[in-house]
Nanobody, 124 residues
Framework: VQQVVESGGGSVQSGGSMKLSCTVY??????MAWFRQAPGKEREGVAA?????RTTYADSVKGRFTISRSDRQLSLQMNNLKPEDTAVYYC??????????????????????WGQGTQVTVSP
């Protein structure tokens, strides 16, 4: 049974907007986050939302992307998209970890479940 299901993605021109959504089917959702992997690059954290509302963002997307969560729904509103935002985007969820500073700093291996990934392509 898939624990994380993503929707959204596609192609957009530079400067455009796009929204990704994710539904998680597990109680291990203390941290819910979006990651992305561009061709030839390592997967990186984009934004995370902790149970209780705290959100964190990668510097590269601050002011352009907004993450929000409601119960087991997670979304990522992406505005002013740039060609360098082109990547496969993944939703991930993980349970509570003691003494964790913020969800975006959590090692990827400590996330319990991942979505299948959705392609976002931004053309110049």
């Amino acid at each position: 049974v898939q624990q994380v299901v993503e929707s959204g993605g596609g192609s957009v021109q530079s400067g455009g907007s796009m929204k990704l959504s994710c539904t998680v089917y597990t109680d291990k959702n203390w941290c819910m986050a979006w990651f992305r992997q561009a061709p030839g690059k390592e997967r990186e954290g984009v934004a995370a939302a902790q149970h209780g509302g705290r959100t964190t963002y990668a510097d590269s997307v601050k002011g352009r992307f907004t993450i929000s969560r409601s119960d087991r729904q997670l979304s990522l509103q992406m505005n002013n998209l740039k060609p360098e935002d082109t990547a496969v985007y993944y939703c991930a969820t993980g349970g509570y970890l003691f003494d964790e500073a913020n969800c975006l700093d959590r090692p990827q291996a400590r996330y319990d479940y991942w979505g299948q990934g959705t392609q976002v392509t931004v053309s110049p």
